[in-house]
């Protein structure tokens, strides 16, 4: 095991000097950082040009230039290591500090949504196999696959803020929209629950209706300008995530299960007002993730004090249970400060932004108007990073699963008589995930490579900016520091897919002579 | 499936309860006080004056943090600021010129110190060769060490001819500058106010505002470490002038000294590369009253013009500029709530004919040099004749800005009194009279004169081409179908490294654009002196030269007139170059905002922030 880390590290560093010696070269003849001041008209031209030069030591050939560049790196091993000063004066170190978080924040949340929302449906598809349903998320999956971001975002941009913030001044829904949402929501339900002709019409009716009923009574409520969810439909929604966790975990079969996890739906309505409290006099991330703790403990002991053998399925379903439910009661806080954020002197009714990280002029103490503001700077960008990237689940998903359901072990677990939802969940789902698991890891490497095209369009400045500044600005020492990080992470990840997937597939050995 | 139905079922009963919460009203929009101002780049450090700095949004947040003794406005005019100080000349001989700069007394930075004429000794440290070497802070035109303030002023105009050292007046409000004979636009290359007490605090390791008196006398020991050419202190001050104004990060951790200014406004706080927040100075009375409403002013940087737009659109920018390209002007206009105004740019474009051998090039033999005497010169004309600017104009430019006629002079921009005096008779008809197909039947015989069989076998143009822009392809291909009505055989290079490429002997044509970052008198001699720098086509003339030569002493508008008209008589005779057009530029500014005027050169937007009031 430990020869084979060591043997894939040593291979790591030689593809990370080839490749980055290649790109060093590439880039430095790629263009002339002095081509602007060749168009210049100034008097002292030849001063600034000599000037340059020195800084950016171009007298010296870009391939010895190179390893200055590289002993910096070398630096790492005594623990300092030195990419160098980017053109605008900063350090490269400093510059990458400030922009992977940035980077994270804007992919991390977008590529969870994708992996949870495309394996979700992926695996909806495969039961469905033939089915409407699956023939349409088929399509729209390789429909956003091949759409390009930019333009996705503009698309996104022009409805989901200027529109939708247009729509904000006078929020009454059109009749025509009502209808179409209502005809949409309905074929959807209606082709995820399947079934018979009866059933088909049955469930469209009903997911049409509820859907007209709900958009009906949000436009003439004014609720898409105080929004809000409430004690009591925080309970009713609690209740319902209850028995659906539950029945997707452990069957509703199991009653201790299903007690325990109604159990924390109703202490979500029990908490709802000590909440409000600590939310409005404790503001701030500290007393939401003490909160978070406190419901995980109360969940465990409740999943404990309910069930008397399988322990350990039970405590997951109620703490599962319990983080939805809890987190309703925080979007409700959110949505209660919907109404405080839009009267702000900063957002003025325009809550929605195409642009940046946070709004510039909001220069509120509240932290939930903070919060807010972040999470709507974050909107847009998420949208469509999910929307482009999870059709590639959904298709790794979907195959996987139906390639597993043709197991012979699944035969038998049929055979033996086990119900429909142990055999999927239990015994197909978890052999999906284990091919599923490397690309998820490799996903996340990309993460701090950042979305160059993403970050541009919505005007962040993450990993993305700093390589096309460093391309586009002939600034090597930038170039190369953002790829020495992510080509670093990349091959590590790759390491570490690799290590996974022995752990999680027994069949699979690392090393051992191998 | 019991998940879904259960929330379809909450939902249900969402919409219930949603339906008791009472109706609510919308309140009455504040009145708006804020500006945001769209930026293409990032500013990357508060000081303009060091490389990695350098840029237009660092000029623009600059300006509006500080105030000098003059500034352009957006007619190209450098407008005195007569409420910061006045200038003058004090004695003028063919070898002596002296110009006295006078600070008017109760002028104040913005931490109360009041600004004297100790302020304005900074500059001279910053331009001045020989001082950087006589303090021992380096010699700026090492290839080696870097100068202790690594800056980008110095080997100027001003360096070449300063003589000595300002002298400062007993009531130490103004200063004397020497220079060794008459310069052209004097007026531009004078000192700015820096406070210079601050970069002593700094220095001294202060990290907090001062009182006033502790100011002066930071002030008193910086004027004496000029004077006695104080190397150690003068080193420590010329680091933090380098170093530390390298922060694109602004908020309450900041050293409140490098905020110090005398403008309209101060810096507040600034995120990095996202935006720059600027206020109201109270204590400001460096310039212009402030007339209007507006008391915080934001800089927004995106790099994506369709994202401005739309972040525009939605209300997130009052200002957006931008390079402007047909369709998105037609985007723009189509926002309700924004007037677009169009802009000129400081670049023209312009077509370049190879006429010598270029210094560092192989010699130049190709179909326009000057070695084959009268046919060369026909076919620059023919070439000339033939680029169809009328068509460039209508098809690249008029859908932009609605212009529709070529520049006629590569000295003087369209717009000023003077361009329409030289334009009359600088020889520019030559190439503008008549229809195109006029132009093109001339253009034909003069071709054919040496090449009879010309439109059978087309005479090989060589042109270097700019890469990665639309608009000069178009331009390209436009040339192309027309020179092949003459029997020129336009054979592009298409090349993103264009700019190191000019004057190469491989090309007989070059077209891009000059950029003229300030307006003097000598304008665009560098191109066409002999020795110029940026003579990029080998073109030497003596008699131009020699008229160049007389550009540098001041003189008035009616003369100098004269002399560009001589000047291009003469090159547009020897047809090696002709203007297009001026590169157009697209600002939109929210309607309500009024007063805001976008100008060519920098600060562009920004230049009369005190009348900007919604």
């Not at chain 1, 978080?101 to 992926?122: E, K, N, Q, Y």
């Not at chain 2, 980008?152 to 007993?170: F, Q, R, T």
């Not at chain 2, 700015?192 to 202060?206: D, F, R, Y």
């Amino acid at each position: 095991m430990l020869a084979f880390i060591m043997r894939r590290l040593g291979i790591l560093s030689v593809i990370l000097f080839g490749s980055s010696f290649i790109l060093y070269n590439m880039a430095a003849i790629s263009g002339d950082p002095l081509a602007d001041l060749k168009l210049s008209t100034d008097p002292n031209r030849d001063f600034l040009v000599a000037s340059l030069t020195r800084e950016l030591q171009l007298d010296v050939p870009p391939p010895a230039r190179y390893f200055l560049w590289l002993k910096g790196i070398f630096g790492i091993f005594i623990g300092k290591p030195d990419f160098g000063m980017s053109r605008d004066g900063s350090t490269v170190a400093h510059s990458l500090a400030l922009a992977i978080p940035v980077t994270i924040r804007l992919v991390l949340a977008a590529t969870i949504f994708a992996i949870v929302l495309g394996i979700a449906i992926g695996i909806v598809t495969a039961l469905r196999q033939y089915s409407r349903f699956d023939y349409s998320m088929t399509f729209v999956s390789f429909l956003m696959f091949s759409l390009p971001i930019f333009w996705v975002a503009v698309l996104l941009k022009e409805y989901l803020a200027i529109s939708f913030n247009n729509f904000l001044r006078e929020p009454n829904v059109p009749i025509g929209w009502i209808i179409g949402l209502a005809i949409f929501s309905g074929v959807f339900w209606a082709s995820v629950i399947g079934g018979s002709r009866k059933t088909f019409w049955t469930a469209f009716g009903a997911a049409a209706g509820i859907a007209a009923t709900i958009v009906s009574v949000f436009s003439l409520s004014g609720w898409f300008l105080n929004p809000g969810l409430g004690p009591i439909i925080i309970t009713g929604m609690s209740v319902g995530i209850a028995y659906g966790v539950t029945q997707l975990s452990v069957g509703l079969i199991n009653k201790a299960a299903l007690k325990a996890s109604l159990t924390m739906a109703g202490l979500s309505l029990v908490a709802y007002y000590p909440a409000q409290w600590v939310f409005d006099k404790h503001p701030g991330s500290l007393s939401v993730f003490i909160m978070a703790c406190v419901t995980i403990t109360i969940a465990v002991f409740v999943g404990l004090s309910f069930s008397k053998i399988d322990r350990a399925p039970i405590v997951r379903t109620t703490i599962i249970t319990a983080v939805l439910s809890a987190g309703l009661v925080v979007v409700d806080k959110f949505m209660q400060t919907w109404k405080p954020y839009m009267e702000t002197d900063a957002i003025n009714y325009r809550p929605v932004p195409t642009i940046g990280q946070r709004s510039d002029l909001l220069d509120s103490p509240d932290y939930w108007i903070k919060s807010l503001d972040i999470a709507t700077h974050l909107f847009l960008p998420t949208v469509a990073l999910t929307l482009i990237s999870f059709a590639g689940y959904i298709r790794y998903s979907r195959g996987t699963l139906l390639e597993v359901l043709n197991q012979d072990y699944i035969r038998t677990a049929r055979a033996k008589g086990l119900t429909e939802r142990t055999v999927i969940m239990r015994h197909a789902f978890r052999n999906t995930m284990i091919p599923l698991t490397t690309i998820m890891v490799v996903d996340f490497a990309g993460v701090i490579g950042g979305a160059l095209i993403t970050e541009s369009v919505f005007g962040w400045s993450g990993m993305g900016t700093l390589f096309r500044q460093g391309l586009l600005g002939y600034d090597l020492n930038l170039l190369m520091g953002v790829f020495f990080i992510t080509a670093s992470l990349s091959v590590i990840a790759n390491l570490v897919a690799d290590l996974l997937y022995s752990a999680l597939d027994p069949r699979i050995r690392v090393g051992g002579g191998a | 499936m019991k998940l879904n139905r259960s929330a379809k079922y909450a939902f249900a009963v969402a919409a219930a309860a949603a339906l008791t919460v009472s109706l609510l009203t919308p309140a009455q929009a504040a009145t708006r006080s804020t500006v945001i101002l769209h930026e293409t780049n990032p500013i990357t450090g508060l000081n303009c004056g060091l490389s990695a700095t350098n840029s237009t949004t660092c000029s623009a947040v600059s300006y509006i943090q500080g105030a000098g003794f003059n500034y352009y406005n957006n007619k190209k005019e450098l407008v005195k600021n007569t409420v910061f100080g006045s200038y003058k000349i004090t004695k003028k001989s063919a070898t002596d010129f002296r110009v006295q700069y006078t600070v008017n007394p109760g002028r104040v930075w913005s931490d109360g110190t009041p600004i004297d004429a100790v302020d304005l000794l900074l500059s001279h440290v910053l331009s001045s060769d020989a001082y950087s070497i006589a303090a021992g802070l380096g010699d700026p035109k090492s290839k080696t060490a870097k100068p202790a303030f690594n800056g980008l002023g110095y080997s100027g105009v001003y360096s070449d001819n300063i003589v000595g050292e300002p002298v400062l007046s007993a009531d130490k409000m103004s200063v004397t500058l020497q220079y060794k004979k008459p310069i052209a636009n004097w007026d531009i290359y004078g000192p700015g106010p820096s406070p210079v007490h601050t970069l002593v605090l700094m220095a001294e390791g202060k990290t907090s505002l001062q009182s006033v008196s502790a100011n002066q006398d930071a002030k008193d020991r910086f004027l004496a470490a000029y004077k006695s050419k104080d190397t150690a202190l003068l080193k420590k001050i010329g680091k933090i002038w380098s170093e530390d104004y390298t922060i694109t990060t602004v908020d309450s951790k900041t050293n409140p000294l490098l905020l110090v200014g005398n403008g309209g406004f101060i810096l507040e706080s600034a995120v990095a590369k996202t935006s720059v927040t600027l206020v109201k100075n109270p204590k400001y009375n460096s310039g212009p009253a402030m007339s209007g409403t507006v008391d915080k002013v934001v800089f927004k940087f995106i790099g994506d013009g369709t994202a401005a737009a739309q972040a525009l659109a939605n209300g997130e920018l009052d200002v957006y500029a931008g390079q402007a390209t047909a369709d998105g002007v037609a985007a723009l206009k189509k926002i309700s709530s924004v007037n677009v105004v169009g802009t000129d740019q400081v670049a023209y474009e312009h077509w370049d004919l190879h006429y010598d051998t270029v210094v560092d090039e192989a010699p130049y033999t190709g179909l326009f040099s000057v070695k084959d005497g009268a046919k060369s010169k026909a076919l620059r004309q023919a070439f000339l004749l033939a680029l169809p600017r009328n068509e460039i104009m209508a098809k690249l430019i008029a859908p932009i800005n609605g212009v529709t006629t070529p520049i006629a002079s590569t000295w003087v921009a369209p717009g000023s009194a003077m361009y329409d005096k030289v334009t009359a008779s600088n020889g520019s008809s030559f190439y503008s009279r008549g229809t195109q197909e006029t132009r093109n039947a001339s253009a034909l015989a003069l071709v054919q004169k040496f090449y009879p069989n010309a439109l059978k076998s087309p005479l090989k143009v060589r042109v270097l081409v700019p890469g990665n822009n639309p608009r000069r392809a178009s331009e390209f291909a436009l040339a192309k179908a027309n020179m092949a009505k003459v029997g020129f055989d336009l054979v592009g290079d298409v090349r993103t490294d264009w700019p190191s490429k000019l004057g190469n002997s491989d090309y007989d044509a070059y077209f891009f654009a000059w950029v003229a970052s300030s307006v003097t008198q000598r304008q665009s001699a560098e191109v066409f002196d002999t020795n110029g720098g940026n003579n990029i086509i080998g073109y030497s003339n003596p008699a131009v030269d020699a008229i160049i030569a007389t550009l540098d002493a001041p003189m008035s508008d009616a003369l100098l007139a004269a002399k560009y008209i001589q000047i291009e008589r003469l090159t547009n005779a020897d047809a090696i170059t002709t203007g297009v057009f001026i590169h157009p530029g697209v600002v939109a500014v929210n309607k309500d905002l009024k007063n805001v005027k976008p100008g060519p050169l920098s600060p562009q937007m920004v230049w009369n922030y005190w009348e900007w009031t919604y």
